[in-house]
């Protein structure tokens, strides 16, 4: 199958064309220097020319709090509204399966409640959200087949993430404040693309949930695991001893420029009804992810 994976620089997209290499697919991957989304004549032309049997649409605008800046706003509609349609569009017309990675940030995070994958209730806090909404909206929209895949939490090789942020916060600081009332899971990225891959190669079209096994813990559980394993690995500064996390609410920690969901729980029973495999634990995961991690 020849696949074409957008993004190819972030941590998702650069684990998908590892993963599709390892099955000997043929792989196109493009970022913004090959292919601007945000440009319908050259998505037209890149996929044209590649003529690829499925695209794996990982190319986003992520950054959730330089969203909302006004200077921003329409720059992140065009990259995960607008280059979503651009590509849906195309796909559509070369009549290729298109595969869009989306977000929790579509729903208002009340309640405690999982959110079910095929739920239309679709009421975002922000502007990554909103955009993000719109993508599928457009995807939905444009094909028929389609599979959009909601995830949170991620973590990977390339790129900034949340794993990244409290290590080097624990190098340099004896007390570390975390929240403790936003509730989900994490989504390593290198156990994502065998998933999205699993599915790809498949006609199991639809919505689905997707993050790491293990249970639903807060941001503040996370870290104080992060430092348990990395202090386990033989990194003595991140003991309990010389590092000190302390849960806040969200309303103590401060406002950031982005409102973000208090429950992003989601349900993946979906994926085990089509006969896809779960994730690992995120435990294991992270384990894992620390020993590739040179820290």
């Not at 945000?38 to 794996?56: E, F, N, Y």
């Not at 190098?171 to 989504?187: E, M, S, W």
């Not at 989601?266 to 009804?273: A, G, H, N, V």
């Not at 006969?275 to 992810?289: C, I, N, S």
Request: hydrophobic content about 35%.
């Amino acid at each position: 199958m020849k696949v074409l994976v957008t993004g190819v620089k972030g941590q998702l997209g650069h684990d998908c064309v590892n993963e599709l290499t390892k099955r000997n697919h043929e792989i196109i991957g493009v970022d913004i220097e090959e292919m601007d989304i945000t440009d319908a004549a050259s998505v037209d032309k890149v996929l044209r020319d590649a003529a690829p049997d499925a695209v794996i649409h990982c190319a986003a605008w992520t950054a959730v709090d330089a969203a909302e800046d006004e200077e921003n706003r329409e720059k992140v509609r065009l990259v995960n509204a607008v280059g979503t349609e651009n590509i849906a569009r195309v796909c559509r017309e070369l009549n290729c399966k298109m595969m869009y990675i989306s977000t929790d940030y579509v729903f208002d995070g009340q309640g405690t409640e999982p959110w079910q994958p095929d739920c239309k209730d679709y009421k975002p806090l922000n502007v990554y959200g909103a955009t993000k909404l719109d993508g599928e909206l457009a995807v939905s929209r444009n094909l028929d087949k389609y599979y959009i895949v909601r995830i949170a939490w991620v973590f990977g090789k390339n790129g900034k993430n949340f794993i990244k942020t409290m290590l080097n916060l624990g190098k340099n600081h004896d007390t570390i404040r975390v929240v403790n009332d936003q509730i989900g899971t994490p989504t390593y990225t290198y156990d994502l693309a065998r998933l999205l891959v699993d599915m790809v190669e498949t006609e199991k079209y639809g919505y689905y949930h997707a993050t790491n096994e293990g249970g639903y813990i807060s941001w503040y559980d996370f870290t104080k695991e992060i430092f348990r394993q990395a202090a386990e690995l033989g990194h003595k500064e991140y003991t309990e001893d010389r590092v000190h996390v302390i849960p806040v609410t969200t309303e103590e920690y401060g406002v950031s420029k982005a409102v973000r969901p208090v429950n992003s729980r989601l349900d993946k029973s979906k994926l085990t009804e089509n006969g896809f495999e779960l994730l690992p634990t995120w435990q294991d995961a992270l384990h894992r992810y620390l020993l590739e991690l040179e820290f």
